[in-house]
């Protein structure tokens, strides 16, 4: 079963950067199309970007310019550079899966920006 980890939350102010990282137990990760999502207070959890095993990268508008996704298959991990935060990023991020079947949710990630 393969267990996600996400780290690198904290508390932020508007227009600081932030680098969060997902690790993965598993040797299967490198085949899958990974992806960050974040939930926030009261809201669904939305996408946020994804990186395909050959390392294609798309984000949501929202953090499109803003965010990076990248991954190290040598170290199942994938990583969410976050620059020029703003306040409506506050949310918990989470990584998993892009597509179906997705591995069993980690416990995410804590971001908060203030204003």
């Known amino acids: 079963q393969v267990q996600l980890v996400e780290s690198g939350g904290g508390l932020v102010q508007a227009g600081g950067t932030l680098r969060l990282s997902c690790a993965a137990s598993?040797?299967?990760?490198?085949?899958?199309?990974m992806a960050w999502f974040r939930q926030a207070p009261g809201k669904q959890r939305e996408y946020v970007a994804h990186i395909t095993p050959a390392g294609g990268t798309n984000a949501a508008n929202p953090v499109k310019g803003r965010f990076t996704i990248s991954r190290d298959d040598a170290k199942n991990t994938v990583y969410l550079q976050m620059n020029s935060l703003k306040p409506e990023d506050t949310a918990v991020y989470y990584c998993?899966?892009?597509?179906?079947?997705?591995?069993?949710w980690g416990q995410g990630t804590q971001v908060t920006v203030s204003s």
């Open positions: 998993n899966c892009l597509g179906q079947p997705q591995f069993p």
């Open positions: 598993g040797s299967i990760f490198s085949s899958k199309a």
